[in-house]
């Protein structure tokens, strides 16, 4: 079951691509993505780095394994970790050699 905390949270995120992302029209590629339910939207409560590893690594297979019609981009929402700006770019260079890695360049 979903705990009441990442409902809201869903809900604040998804209100927020509703009237920021889509209702300024900063992105005329998001709107088809973020209006419908070929984004996925996956919350980590976890302040843990190998906990956000690891959802992040399970969302690249998903999205590699399924179809654009189906997935076509996942939203990580990180409630607790990576506070620090610093280890926020460290994971996020971690992050971009795992896609190469995973030899995702160009589909990720």
Excluded: H
């Amino acid at each position: 079951m979903v705990s009441s905390t990442t409902e809201q949270v869903e809900q604040q995120v998804r209100a927020w691509l509703d009237q920021f992302v889509d209702g300024l029209n900063l992105c005329p590629f998001a709107r088809p993505v973020v209006t419908s339910d070929m984004m996925r939207l996956t919350i980590c409560d976890s302040d843990q780095l190998q906990q956000v590893a690891e959802t992040f690594i399970a969302e690249l297979d998903l999205i590699q394994r399924s179809s654009e019609s189906k997935i076509a981009t996942t939203l990580l929402v990180l409630l607790i970790a990576l506070t620090d700006f610093e280890e926020y770019l460290s994971f996020i260079e971690n992050a971009e050699a795992l896609i190469e890695e995973m030899d995702l360049v160009g589909t990720i």
